[in-house]
């Protein structure tokens, strides 16, 4: 705990996301060429983080074309969550129901491909707006923003759930002062209400991943095991079936995906597989 606590305080480092997945290693050699220093993450397979002090990343070929997104890893492995044991999420339909400003979306739809589709909304019409104008500029053809989400049409189904951000401190400090028990019952509340409305919507076979950018087992693993025994028509499967033994010792505790400084770099995040029993895609 204090690890982790150290780590909250601390100015984080700058992450990025290799694209298309699975091609880090040339992203890294195309960094090199261009002087600017970069090394892979363990935890997550497209994770890179920049060791330069500077920013000239940003000014770089690599960047300029699209084949680096700025997200944290924590933020890359709920994005993996949503992947099915094993395989690929290619051809897939996933609804991102709070997409806010958007990662999350452009990292789906680099999974889903040009054959899948990511359906992307969120309560906030200015951070969607954002998301769009994302969307647009990487020129994702597979992303479309209908009101209201079709979340029966989906195969997977990602609730980026609105929390208190206490594995964000350090990028937002303040926050510590501000939170009191009474606003992680309210959060606790929403997120609550929140699975239970997606849940009533998805197809036998479904996959939910409730996920947070909090290190409160309140809003988190209470949240989920209270889900679950109110509902037997969903199972919970654990994040190691998708990210293997190795990084399932950095990055999950118990059936959990509790992504934590100083084990996985960045923020805290929390992430719950939630299976909705019936016929459906693995």
């Known amino acids: 705990m204090a690890g982790l606590l150290a780590s909250l305080d601390e100015e984080p480092s700058l992450h990025f996301r290799a694209r298309p997945p699975g091609t880090r290693d040339a992203v890294l050699a195309a960094l090199r060429e261009e002087g600017v220093n970069a090394e892979p993450v363990l935890a997550a397979p497209d994770a890179v983080r920049v060791t330069d002090s500077s920013h000239r990343v940003f000014e770089t070929r690599v960047m300029k ?15 993996e969550m949503c992947r099915p044991k094993g395989g690929s999420l290619e051809g ?11 990662g999350k979306t452009l990292a789906l739809a680099d999974f889903v491909g040009p054959r899948g589709k990511v359906l992307a909304g969120d309560r906030s019409r200015r951070r969607l707006a954002e998301a769009r104008e994302r969307v647009r500029h990487f020129s994702l053809r597979q992303v479309a923003f209908p009101h209201p989400l079709p979340l029966s049409d989906a195969d997977v189904l990602l609730i980026d759930a ?33 699975l239970e409305e997606v849940s009533r919507q998805a197809k036998p076979g479904a996959l939910i991943v409730y996920a947070t950018c909090s290190v409160m ?19 919970l499967e654990p994040v190691e079936d998708v990210l293997g033994a190795e990084r399932a010792a950095l990055a999950a505790q118990g059936p959990y995906l509790k992504a934590l400084p100083p084990k996985v770099p960045g923020g805290g995040f929390f992430a719950a597989r939630l299976r909705r029993t019936g016929a459906g895609p693995g």
């Open 217 to 235: 087992p309140e809003e988190d693993e209470a949240v989920v095991e209270a889900f679950l025994a109110k509902h037997p028509d969903f199972t």
């Open 65 to 79: 074309s699209g084949r680096l997104q700025v997200q944290d890893v924590g933020s890359q492995l709920i994005s």
């Open 92 to 102: 897939f339909t996933v609804a991102d129901v709070c997409a806010g400003a958007g």
């Open 162 to 194: 609105p929390c208190s951000g206490t594995g964000s401190l350090a990028r937002e400090p303040d926050q510590k002062w501000k939170l009191t028990a009474q606003e992680i019952t309210r959060y606790q509340a929403t997120q609550s209400e929140l």
